[in-house]
């Protein structure tokens, strides 16, 4: 089992940064899950947000020269570094873990996920 909580969230403005972490803990180890961060909008499908897979880093295009993907092996959590913040970040943002990928573009998929943080909210103001 694995467990998964989120934090860093809040009201911000556009052009702001903010730092989401995922405390990760249970029966896993760095080498054994990979961490996905995904976020979701009312009344739309969670969207893909980020991967680490292994060292890999994979991003979705909306974010991928803005958010940046870490993790400190010492304290077990992986942070979704988030710099130049639109209005269309705004949502529920949270982390997944799943066994590494190892091939093909499952981690896109939230259905590929077993396990799941409860998600932080991040406000971003016009």
């Known amino acids: 089992q694995v467990q998964l909580v989120e934090s860093g969230g809040g009201l911000v403005q556009a052009g702001d940064s903010l730092r989401l972490s995922c405390a990760v803990s249970?029966?896993?180890?760095?080498?054994?899950?990979?961490v996905g961060w995904f976020r979701q909008t009312p009344g739309k499908e969670r969207e893909f947000v980020g991967v680490?897979?292994?060292?890999?880093?994979y991003y979705s295009d909306s974010v991928k020269d803005r958010f940046a993907i870490s993790r400190d092996n010492v304290k077990n959590t992986v942070y979704l570094q988030m710099n130049n913040l639109k209005p269309e970040d705004t949502a529920v943002y949270y982390c997944?873990?799943?066994?590494?990928?190892?091939?093909?573009?499952?981690?896109?998929?939230?259905?590929?996920?077993?396990?799941w943080g409860q998600g932080t909210q991040v406000t971003v103001s016009s």
């Open positions: 997944a873990a799943a066994p590494l990928f190892s091939d093909g573009y499952r981690y896109l998929r939230a259905t590929s996920y077993d396990y």
């Open positions: 249970g029966r896993t180890s760095r080498y054994d899950y990979a």
């Open positions: 680490l897979n292994w060292n890999d880093r």
